[in-house]
């Protein structure tokens, strides 16, 4: 396929992944002080008691312009599929504009990991007040781009360096993470120079990156014990198909199988976009780990 054909397509799947209007949660609730510090609920569908959760992690480069709503469609598609969905929002970028460059500043240093990890802590007592036909014994995480990026750190808290202050002294209880062509390893996100320079816009200059890496990187947070795939379209131009093969090379070197799974011929959007086939092979891999 020519460059020009290629970009064409991408264009398309990305259109069709923004077409959908965004679907109003059930239920929102806030876990902290914020305006970004909240989560939306969306129970399932067809009225079933003890569903498993799916915590859904939005993507954007961890960039202020993009928010939950665009997942709002992958939610109710999950919830439409039978599970609880809690939409996790959290601080991203933007903070001093123009801070780290002409464009939208990537993430925050530290508020983005404090909310993550405040939202994960609070989940429990919240889905048993909003979505008390949820069964918190079941959790499953997924992310999206930068969302799958937190999605395998939220599953990684208890192999982060001592002292951190997000660090949980056990693992986390779910019962897995899939994470949707995740930046899942710094190191090579920034020699392919993904998402216009937005790793090293989140980590900062060069002297805070290596640092803060041991913090941040899934690649580096291993191995985790919780049973981990990441969904990958081949022909990703947003985050491509070697950050994935990057962060599962680490896993087996950590002794650890994560599981990955390759979509041919699928990009960056068709993963979280309900129109797609790509879509629900994401809802049989949540499906595989939830129940």
């Known amino acids: ?7 064409d397509r991408d264009a398309a799947e990305t259109e069709s992944a923004f077409s959908h209007p965004p679907v109003a949660p059930d239920a929102s609730a806030a876990y902290g002080n914020h305006p970004d510090q909240v989560i939306d609920f969306y ?15 939005h993507g ?3 960039r202020a312009p993009y928010d939950r709503r665009h997942m709002s469609p992958f939610a109710d598609f999950l919830a439409r599929r039978g599970f609880a969905v809690a939409s996790v929002e959290y601080r991203r970028g933007g ?49 999206h781009s930068a969302g799958g990026h937190l999605a395998l750190w939220a599953a990684a808290r208890h192999v982060l360096p001592v002292g951190s202050p997000w660090r949980l002294p056990a693992p986390p209880p779910l019962r897995g993470v899939v994470a949707l062509a995740p930046i899942a390893d710094f190191t090579r996100a920034v020699e392919l120079d993904v998402c216009s320079g937005a790793v090293g816009q989140f980590l900062g200059r060069e002297e805070q990156f290596e640092e803060r890496s041991r913090h941040a990187d899934p690649a580096v947070l291993l191995p985790t014990g919780i049973a981990t795939v990441v969904v990958q379209g081949t022909t990703d131009r947003d985050v491509p198909q070697p950050v994935a093969e990057a962060f599962v090379d680490a896993a087996a070197r950590a002794g650890e199988t994560v599981g990955l799974t390759l979509l041919p011929e699928v990009g960056h959007f068709p993963l979280i976009d309900p129109a797609s086939d790509a879509c629900a092979v994401v809802a049989e891999e949540l499906a595989q780990l939830a129940w």
């Open 1 to 7: 396929m020519s460059d020009s054909a290629a970009r």
């Open 43 to 57: 129970a399932p569908r067809d009225g079933r008691t003890g569903a498993p959760v799916v915590v859904v992690l």
């Open 60 to 62: 954007g480069a961890w």
């Open 95 to 143: 903070e001093i504009p123009q801070q780290r460059g002409d464009g939208p500043v990537a993430g925050r240093w530290p508020e983005t990991f404090d909310d993550v990890a405040a939202a994960m802590d609070a989940l429990p007592a919240l889905l048993a007040r909003e979505l008390p036909e949820a069964d918190v014994r079941r959790i499953v995480l997924t992310g």
